[in-house]
DNA sequence: AGCACGCCGACT
DNA sequence: GTCGGCGTGCTC
């Protein structure tokens, strides 16, 4: 990289989409030496004056632009916090998305702090740490620890049952991802684990640090102050092997040697990004497993039906636990003649009652309840409102049907992480359960008939998901209550075959072509505009456009549903109809008046194209 | 975005 | 003649 490589091409930073392509410098003499690949940049833009900042992407010999290059600015510092590997997968998931890399960027690139990169940079690169030995999970047997030493994609059904790390109680999903990723870094390779949440995170980190040092392990999620981040980040660029835990946007930490990604309970809608352009955590795991080669263990007590879908393509191999797990789970109609005066104060069964009043004589028992505010939603709609109203009521019913016993309540205004291993009711929202010790010697899933009156796209998968997750908490041998609900999630339930619920959802996906069946884009504009971009794919095979709808004052949405083959062509099309609509004509005239340009909003495989 | 270029109406 | 208005287009 010298004067051979007299060109810089640079990705600016900037939001708009017109722009997220690679620009051409000249690099001047003094900077040929720090110039490259990886370091932020500052170069000209447009004209002299108008300083714009980068990263600079490649060094390259000629360059194609007309005319005679700009000449680079600045290089910021010697850090190259672009690593190619993220560079590339940015790029691909951005295509996909029909979004600027940019954006991506901003989430795998945390801004720069300026002290903390300087005393990176004067530290030098760490002193290596020593290899864990390899460790088997537990219930797995050895194939499990080979699959992922050999690459492959495995959807990975979760052991219902918590196990003790140290002194703590967790998941035993999370004994699980921690012995896959130390085996990882036993070969000498990363690995980075996703999980929704800092609850899970938590589970996590305490099982890891069962297994090894704390120095092997990197925290990276949204919750840490910018230094904290910035320093995770910059410690990920050294290349030495280690365990990153975080959140969705961990997905995209430049570790080297990647050898696993794992990823927890894909169907929370928390590994969903906001952030335009919207990728999700599972299908930015999927593309780098794809680019890097590495293992991907996409983990669940549930089978999403986008592993389902990819399962019965082969993509995905399923690992099952070596011995069925069955855990014991009763479904009990919502009333029943049990006549038991104190089932009736708390609304509840006589035959759920009992079980709770007896399981409360060793221990914790868990309520489940929906969260707050569905109720009186769907008392508004005008339908029966089922059982509780939110958790503090419930908690009084229960508290008068079970006098005397301690009633601990966790929803998301109370968060409660860990209940002792001492008798009391546990009453928690869905996804607010606290852990344990010992696990709960019952659980009562008490609002199912309201949970699945959600009306969503994926109300069933959901349900389910939040009810096994909740039987998980449970102690080896305890009873589960499901109360008032029958069909196929509820079988799903009882027999703790998930999978054949992501089965029999999928299959009525395809025949209504519905995601993950099919990809969705929405379009988003006026409608003029938004009927001009649909005519845009009408040539596409394996592209339909449902009706525009008004969402707001003037501005239409356009659903587009498209097979994944045809994936490619739509991204690149809708693209194209953004960054014109982002450069083209400001106005347009118009009978003698002209009207301001209606900003064209697209994004694909979002959760707002079917709910 | 932000800035330069270009093509029509009032001006020293 | 030409100053500058905003509509238009481009950014190595």
Same mark, same amino acid.
């Given at each position: 990289?010298?004067?051979?490589?007299?060109?810089?091409?640079?990705?600016?930073?900037?939001?708009?989409?017109?722009?997220?392509?690679?620009?051409?410098?000249?690099?001047?003499?003094?900077?040929?030496?720090?110039?490259?690949?990886?370091?932020?940049? @500052?170069?000209?833009?447009?004209?002299?004056?108008?300083?714009?900042?980068?990263?600079?992407?490649?060094?390259?010999?000629?360059?194609?632009? @007309?005319?005679?290059?700009?000449?680079?600015?600045?290089?910021?510092?010697?850090?190259?916090?672009?690593?190619?590997?993220?560079?590339?997968?940015?790029?691909?998931?951005?295509?996909?998305?029909?979004?600027?890399?940019?954006?991506?960027?901003? /989430?795998?690139?945390?801004?720069?702090?300026?002290?903390?990169? @300087?005393?990176?940079?004067?530290?030098?690169?760490?002193?290596?740490?020593?290899?864990?030995?390899?460790?088997?999970?537990?219930?797995?047997?050895?194939?499990?620890?080979?699959?992922?030493?050999?690459?492959?994609?495995?959807?990975?059904?979760?052991?219902?049952?918590?196990?003790?790390?140290?002194?703590?109680?967790?998941?035993?999903?999370?004994?699980?991802?921690?012995?896959?990723?130390?085996?990882? /870094?036993?070969?000498?390779?990363?690995?980075?684990?996703?999980?929704?949440?800092?609850?899970?995170?938590?589970? /996590?980190?305490?099982?890891?640090?069962?297994?090894?040092?704390?120095?092997?392990?990197?925290?990276?999620?949204?919750?840490?102050?910018?230094?904290?981040?910035?320093?995770?980040?910059?410690?990920?660029?050294?290349?030495?092997?280690?365990?990153?835990?975080?959140?969705?946007?961990?997905?995209?930490?430049?570790?080297?040697?990647?050898?696993?990604?794992?990823?927890?309970?894909?169907?929370?809608?928390?590994?969903?990004?906001?952030?335009?352009?919207?990728?999700?955590?599972?299908?930015?795991?999927?593309?780098?497993?794809?680019?890097?080669?590495?293992?991907?263990?996409?983990?669940?007590?549930?089978?999403?039906?986008?592993?389902?879908?990819?399962?019965?393509?082969?993509?995905?191999?399923?690992?099952?636990?070596?011995?069925?797990?069955?855990?014991?789970?009763?479904?009990?109609?919502?009333?029943?003649?049990?006549?038991?005066?104190?089932?009736?104060?708390?609304?509840?069964?006589?035959?759920?009652?009992?079980?709770?009043?007896?399981?409360?004589?060793?221990?914790?028992?868990?309520?489940?309840?929906?969260?707050?505010?569905?109720?009186?939603?769907?008392?508004?709609?005008?339908?029966?409102?089922?059982?509780?109203?939110?958790?503090?009521?419930?908690?009084?019913?229960?508290?008068?049907?079970?006098?005397?016993?301690?009633?601990?309540?966790?929803?998301?205004?109370?968060?409660?992480?860990?209940?002792?291993?001492?008798?009391?009711?546990?009453?928690?929202?869905?996804?607010?359960?606290?852990?344990?010790?010992?696990?709960?010697?019952?659980?009562?899933?008490?609002?199912?008939?309201?949970?699945?009156?959600?009306?969503?796209?994926?109300?069933?998968?959901?349900?389910?998901?939040?009810?096994?997750?909740?039987?998980?908490?449970?102690?080896?041998?305890?009873?589960?209550?499901?109360?008032?609900?029958?069909?196929?999630?509820?079988?799903?339930?009882?027999?703790?075959?998930?999978?054949?619920?992501?089965?029999?959802?999928?299959?009525?996906?395809?025949?209504?072509?519905?995601?993950?069946?099919?990809?969705?884009?929405?379009?988003?504009?006026?409608?003029?505009?938004?009927?001009?971009?649909?005519?845009?794919?009408?040539?596409?095979?394996?592209?339909?456009?449902?009706?525009?709808?008004?969402?707001?004052?003037?501005?239409?949405?356009?659903?587009?549903?498209?097979?994944?083959?045809?994936?490619?062509?739509?991204?690149?099309?809708?693209?194209?109809?953004?960054?014109?609509?982002?450069?083209?004509?400001?106005?347009?005239?118009?009978?003698?008046?002209?009207?301001?340009?209606?900003?064209?909003?697209?994004?694909?495989?979002?959760?707002?194209?079917?709910?």
């Amino acid at each position: 990289m010298s004067a051979s490589e007299p060109v810089a091409r640079v990705l600016i930073d900037s939001a708009l989409p017109q722009l997220d392509r690679l620009f051409d410098y000249a690099v001047p003499e003094r900077l040929d030496a720090v110039a490259v690949p990886g370091v932020r940049v @500052k170069v000209p833009l447009r004209s002299a004056g108008r300083i714009a900042e980068g990263y600079l992407v490649e060094r390259a010999a000629t360059s194609e632009a @007309k005319g005679e290059l700009a000449r680079l600015e600045e290089v910021v510092s010697e850090a190259r916090v672009l690593a190619p590997e993220v560079r590339a997968l940015t790029r691909r998931l951005a295509d996909r998305a029909a979004g600027s890399a940019n954006d991506l960027i901003r /989430l795998a690139v945390p801004r720069r702090q300026v002290r903390v990169e @300087k005393a990176w940079l004067a530290a030098g690169p760490a002193a290596p740490i020593a290899l864990p030995q390899t460790v088997h999970p537990s219930g797995y047997g050895t194939g499990l620890t080979d699959a992922v030493a050999r690459g492959a994609r495995i959807a990975l059904h979760g052991v219902p049952r918590l196990v003790q790390a140290g002194d703590v109680w967790i998941g035993h999903w999370a004994a699980t991802l921690a012995a896959l990723a130390v085996s990882t /870094l036993a070969n000498g390779r990363s690995a980075i684990l996703v999980v929704p949440d800092y609850r899970d995170q938590e589970q /996590l980190e305490a099982a890891l640090a069962a297994l090894v040092p704390a120095g092997h392990v990197q925290r990276m999620d949204a919750r840490q102050s910018n230094p904290d981040r910035y320093r995770a980040f910059l410690a990920c660029l050294e290349g030495a092997p280690r365990i990153v835990v975080g959140n969705r946007s961990a997905v995209y930490a430049p570790v080297q040697h990647l050898g696993l990604i794992a990823l927890w309970d894909d169907g929370d809608p928390l590994h969903a990004e906001p952030l335009s352009p919207g990728v999700h955590a599972r299908d930015a795991a999927l593309v780098r497993q794809e680019q890097s080669g590495c293992a991907l263990v996409v983990a669940g007590h549930t089978r999403s039906t986008e592993v389902q879908r990819l399962v019965e393509l082969g993509w995905f191999e399923a690992h099952e636990p070596e011995r069925h797990a069955a855990p014991r789970v009763i479904p009990t109609a919502e009333q029943d003649d049990g006549g038991e005066r104190m089932a009736a104060v708390a609304r509840i069964p006589s035959s759920a009652w009992r079980i709770a009043r007896d399981a409360l004589e060793h221990g914790p028992v868990l309520v489940q309840v929906a969260r707050p505010g569905n109720s009186a939603a769907a008392a508004r709609r005008g339908e029966p409102v089922a059982v509780t109203v939110d958790a503090g009521r419930t908690a009084e019913d229960l508290g008068r049907a079970f006098p005397r016993t301690r009633v601990i309540v966790a929803d998301g205004e109370r968060p409660v992480q860990r209940v002792d291993s001492r008798p009391a009711l546990v009453i928690a929202t869905r996804g607010a359960e606290p852990i344990a010790e010992g696990g709960y010697r019952a659980v009562l899933l008490l609002d199912g008939p309201r949970m699945l009156s959600r009306e969503s796209l994926r109300v069933a998968e959901d349900c389910l998901r939040w009810w096994s997750n909740a039987v998980a908490l449970a102690a080896e041998g305890a009873t589960t209550v499901l109360v008032g609900v029958g069909g196929a999630p509820a079988r799903a339930l009882v027999t703790w075959r998930q999978e054949l619920l992501a089965a029999a959802e999928l299959e009525d996906r395809r025949r209504l072509r519905f995601p993950p069946a099919v990809r969705t884009a929405t379009v988003t504009s006026d409608l003029p505009t938004v009927r001009q971009v649909l005519h845009e794919l009408d040539d596409l095979q394996h592209v339909d456009a449902l009706e525009p709808e008004p969402v707001e004052e003037g501005r239409y949405r356009a659903v587009v549903r498209f097979d994944y083959g045809v994936g490619a062509a739509v991204a690149e099309r809708l693209r194209a109809a953004v960054i014109r609509n982002a450069t083209g004509r400001r106005s347009v005239a118009r009978e003698g008046g002209s009207r301001p340009r209606a900003r064209l909003q697209v994004r694909l495989d979002g959760p707002e194209a079917f709910g």
